[in-house]
């Protein structure tokens, strides 16, 4: 039984538009004028190194910093405005997923889902970690000798519980091994076929191609370039992202 309803998905409105965001900490200027637009069922990828503005964005999507400049709208909420009504049609996967690890997989993803106001039944719960990735005989292991790995895909079953409209990632292939990653971005695309938009915060050049229907290349709290990644092989997002950084200015983001 589902707690609380599913919201729906009005199409031609953005799950993410960011509009001329700027944010400043005291004299530095963490982001200038960002721009950013998704529509359901889209990947974007923020790339950039560290201090470029990544975790800012992240922020103040989740409502949990103030734009100083600019507004954000999260299917079409202004997150300034309402922002816990726009932090409810969000699901977020950090870099380090924490779990009980006295609790098993399905335990884990239905106590957070409950949290969240949805009451899972085994069946669901089960169907949630497949589309995540986790294989059927983990399910019900404890999450203590979970990999990474295992955790990330918990944690995006938890997010994919909760009928959000936006999905967002903090660096999600952060030291995974090359399957684990392949087994993320799978995961990431059972989410766009849930109508989701996904808005992946990385360093991961590789994983951009296979899983990204467009990339933004952020440095010094501005976006220096978007492009879709079908227009571009893996070796030419390589090209250039290191153009586009050692083109830019010294970077001031955080």
Sequence with gaps: MTLLQNHRVDASVPALRLHEVRKDFGDRQALRGLSIALRPGEVYALLGPNGAGKTTTLNLILGFLSPDAGHVEVAGLRVDRDPLAARARIAYLPETVMLHPRLSAIENLSYFALLGGRRLDPAQARALLADAGLQSEAHERPAAGFSKGMRQK??????????????????????????????????????VRRGLAVLMATHDLYRVKDVADRLGILRGGRLLTERATAELSPAQIEALYLHALASAEPEFGA
């Design 154 to 191: 918990v944690g995006l079953a938890i997010a994919l519980a909760k009928n959000a409209q936006l999905l967002l990632l903090d660096e999600p292939t952060s030291g995974l091994d090359a399957s684990a990653a392949n087994d993320l971005s799978l995961g990431v695309r059972a989410a």
